[in-house]
């Protein structure tokens, strides 16, 4: 990692933003490099990955991993693969789950730390946060109909359900994504890692 990228990482790890609103406090959790080929872009941190600061360490990382065809070992390799959630640091808990990222981070952060790892070939937007973010006006009026359209965002980005457990049911009332879209992402991350 060069001197900008590691510069501006360790600036990120030291943020205190939204500190007055995060109530385990600020601990940004993100993996960036600059020859990194995919981005993981997420929601933000729950708390496991809070306490162990390891990105996507727990049950939603398991089930993604296995979307993305690729092994733990592979998934840390920064030099492979980018994480880049919406919000950093964990945002606490609502009624119906946790809250939604952060919007200070986003703002902050993202087009700093992504205009530093230009070799980034495929974006994979989880959930309603990240695919709003990275699609903007071109995405559906729902999650479901922007997964479902997937092939329309051309080869570069693909949209998909956050792979928390809380979307089983999304899952199960969807079957067309495992059978259909997971095999076609899991070969445009084998293609992009590979290099051709």
């Not at 998909?160 to 991350?189: G, T």
Request: charged share 15%.
């Amino acid at each position: 990692m060069n001197f900008e990228s590691l510069a501006l990482s360790n600036a990120v790890r030291a943020c205190t933003l939204c500190a007055a609103h995060l109530p385990l406090g600020p601990r940004p959790v993100f993996q960036v490099h600059p020859g990194a080929r995919v981005l993981i872009a997420g929601q933000a941190p729950g708390t496991r990955v809070h306490d162990t600061g390891i990105p996507f360490n727990d049950p939603s990382g398991e089930r993604l991993r296995w979307w993305l065809g690729i092994t733990r070992g592979e998934f840390y390799d920064a030099t492979k693969l980018a994480m880049l959630p919406m919000g950093f640091c964990y945002p606490g808990r609502g009624s119906s789950g946790d809250l939604p990222p952060r919007p200070e981070c986003a703002a902050a952060w993202r087009k700093p730390l992504l205009a530093t790892m230009p070799e980034i070939a495929l974006t994979v937007a989880i959930g309603q946060y990240a695919i709003d973010w990275h699609l903007g006006n071109a995405k559906k009026s729902t999650l479901t109909q922007t997964v479902l359209n997937w092939k329309s965002y051309g080869p570069s980005i693909v949209p998909i359900p956050h792979p928390s457990p809380r979307n089983n049911i999304w899952l199960k009332k969807n079957p067309w994504f495992e059978a259909e879209v997971v095999p076609e992402l899991q070969k445009r991350v084998r293609v992009v890692l590979s290099g051709s």
